[in-house]
């Protein structure tokens, strides 16, 4: 097996990327969105790299995969007696890993490497890539005005009406010598774009300079899989932002938010009857379930989505042979 790469973050990203790692091991690679990062209490807190972390490590909650197993609050608690702030519940083995990067960033360190030596620490073999070491940050433009990502959702949750979205920083951004190196491997096999909100999750990584024309030139296929199941978003406001913003909540508005990207993408049972209109609109479509409850169905899906990569390469291979 070549090298897979996916992109992503959230829990759906991190549920697909634990399957994906239980096929390829160390040939998996997962850049990850960054652009939620925030500071807390001088912390710089990145919420899907430590998501991602967590799942690959075997070690996340199972009903709170943002979060290690066991986890307690006893700091937390102490901090609120304090007076000190209640919107972030940082938990006490969470609260570990937090220490180390900020000592590591404090020397200069790039999170990249700080990342990738986590992994290391972690018994976890795959790469976990940050989308970049350079800042991006998602804001949220709503009815109430604009905001930071971690405003919008930890404040407000999620109330305001969504206009737009933009991602500072990310013009200016430049992708890791890591990034590239695993977009450019020789061996790529698939690129694989994991069930996330398009908006916050994916938009960020695909807005960071030269993503977008690295994806594109590569020959392996590139993929996606819907978050949106039956006109409703399995976990998180994808669904509710989407009607926000003007488009309709359906698999199909998923792929045309990667239009020009991808080649093709999964879509749940439940959606079967969007299929021939997505063929329709130059996707590849795969049918397969993609609601992910337990480890087995992270590596069912995982398992049909890199079977549906080896055949949408093989009728490229094909058409252009013809």
Same mark, same amino acid.
Not at 71 to 91: K, Y
Not at 132 to 141: A, F, K, L, Y
Not at 295 to 310: G, I, N, Q
């Given at each position: 097996?070549?090298?897979?790469?996916?992109?992503?973050?959230?829990?759906?990203?991190?549920?697909?990327?634990?399957?994906?790692?239980?096929?390829?091991?160390?040939?998996?690679?997962?850049?990850?969105?960054?652009?939620?990062?925030?500071?807390?209490?001088?912390?710089?807190?990145?919420?899907?790299?430590?998501?991602?972390?967590?799942?690959?490590?075997?070690?996340?909650? !199972?009903?709170?995969?943002?979060?290690?197993?066991?986890?307690?609050?006893?700091?937390?608690?102490?901090?609120?007696?304090?007076?000190?702030?209640?919107?972030?519940?940082?938990?006490?083995?969470?609260?570990?890993?937090?220490?180390?990067?900020?000592?590591?960033?404090?020397?200069?360190?790039?999170?990249?490497?700080?990342?990738?030596?986590?992994?290391?620490?972690?018994?976890?073999?795959?790469?976990?890539?940050?989308?970049?070491?350079?800042?991006?940050?998602?804001?949220?433009?709503?009815?109430?005005?604009?905001?930071?990502?971690?405003?919008?959702?930890?404040?407000?949750?999620?109330?305001?009406?969504?206009?737009?979205?933009?991602?500072?920083?990310?013009?200016?951004?430049?992708?890791?010598?890591?990034?590239?190196?695993?977009?450019?491997?020789?061996?790529?096999?698939?690129?694989?774009?994991?069930?996330?909100?398009?908006?916050?999750?994916?938009?960020?990584?695909?807005?960071?300079?030269?993503?977008?024309?690295?994806?594109?030139?590569?020959?392996?296929?590139?993929?996606?899989?819907?978050?949106?199941?039956?006109?409703?978003?399995?976990?998180?406001?994808?669904?509710?932002?989407?009607?926000?913003?003007?488009?309709?909540?359906? !698999?199909?508005?998923?792929?045309?938010?990667?239009?020009?990207?991808?080649?093709?993408?999964?879509?749940?049972?439940?959606?079967?009857?969007?299929?021939?209109?997505?063929?329709?609109?130059?996707?590849?479509?795969?049918?397969?379930?993609?609601?992910?409850?337990?480890?087995?169905?992270?590596?069912?899906?995982?398992?049909?989505?890199?079977?549906?990569?080896?055949?949408?390469?093989?009728?490229?291979?094909?058409?252009?042979?013809?």
């Amino acid at each position: 097996m070549g090298t897979v790469v996916a992109l992503g973050g959230q829990l759906g990203g991190a549920k697909l990327a634990e399957g994906l790692y239980r096929l390829c091991g160390r040939d998996l690679a997962v850049i990850v969105n960054t652009g939620d990062d925030f500071e807390y209490l001088g912390l710089q807190l990145s919420p899907d790299v430590d998501t991602m972390l967590y799942a690959l490590a075997g070690i996340a909650d !199972a009903s709170k995969g943002w979060e290690p197993a066991g986890e307690s609050f006893a700091c937390h608690g102490m901090l609120t007696r304090l007076g000190g702030p209640v919107d972030v519940p940082l938990g006490d083995r969470a609260l570990a890993l937090q220490l180390l990067r900020a000592e590591a960033l404090r020397a200069e360190r790039a999170p990249t490497a700080i990342t990738l030596e986590l992994c290391q620490r972690l018994g976890i073999e795959a790469r976990v890539l940050p989308m970049s070491n350079d800042p991006v940050r998602t804001i949220v433009n709503t009815e109430s005005g604009a905001m930071s990502f971690q405003d919008y959702f930890m404040e407000l949750r999620c109330e305001p009406a969504v206009r737009s979205f933009q991602y500072g920083g990310a013009d200016g951004a430049r992708l890791s010598d890591e990034v590239l190196d695993a977009l450019h491997a020789r061996d790529l096999e698939a690129v694989v774009l994991c069930p996330c909100n398009p908006y916050h999750t994916m938009q960020p990584i695909l807005a960071v300079n030269g993503m977008r024309e690295a994806l594109r030139k590569r020959g392996a296929p590139v993929v996606a899989v819907s978050p949106i199941v039956g006109g409703r978003a399995l976990q998180g406001s994808a669904a509710k932002m989407m009607h926000e913003l003007g488009r309709e909540a359906s !698999a199909r508005a998923v792929a045309m938010e990667y239009y020009k990207l991808i080649d093709g993408i999964v879509i749940d049972s439940a959606d079967e009857s969007l299929a021939e209109g997505i063929r329709a609109s130059g996707f590849e479509v795969l049918v397969a379930p993609t609601y992910m409850r337990n480890s087995d169905d992270r590596l069912k899906l995982a398992r049909a989505v890199l079977e549906f990569a080896r055949a949408v390469r093989l009728r490229k291979e094909v058409a252009a042979d013809a």
